[in-house]
């Protein structure tokens, strides 16, 4: 499994919109083959600083399958204008973990 991780910094005027929509989009990310979930998380220091959390089966499932498909264009023209700066993706694998 991969984790792909963003930083979201969400113009300060428009939060409330942007997670309105980014409820909406979550059907074009979610219909893509080896997608698993996600999750949004907003910071409690900065208003309008966001985690996205996504989980894929591979990176290529992300890069290639999302970034190539029809929904990733719809994702991209419903969120992207709410980025400022534009943000950088970062993607993960697991090394350890513990859960008590």
Same mark, same amino acid.
């Given at each position: 499994m991969i984790l792909e991780a963003v930083f979201l910094y969400v113009k300060p005027d428009f939060v409330t919109q942007f997670e309105t929509d980014f409820i909406k989009a979550s059907q074009y990310i979610s219909s893509i083959h080896g997608y698993l979930g996600h999750r949004l998380e907003k910071c409690l220091e900065v208003e309008n600083k966001y985690l996205l959390l996504v989980d894929w089966n591979t990176l290529e499932d992300h890069t290639v399958?999302?970034?190539?498909?029809?929904? /990733?264009?719809?994702? #991209?023209?419903m969120l992207h204008h709410y980025y400022e700066p534009f943000p950088v993706v970062e993607h993960f694998e697991t090394v350890f973990i /513990? #859960? #008590?």
């Open positions: 399958g999302f970034r190539n498909s029809e929904a /990733y264009l719809e994702w #991209k023209k /513990y #859960k #008590k």
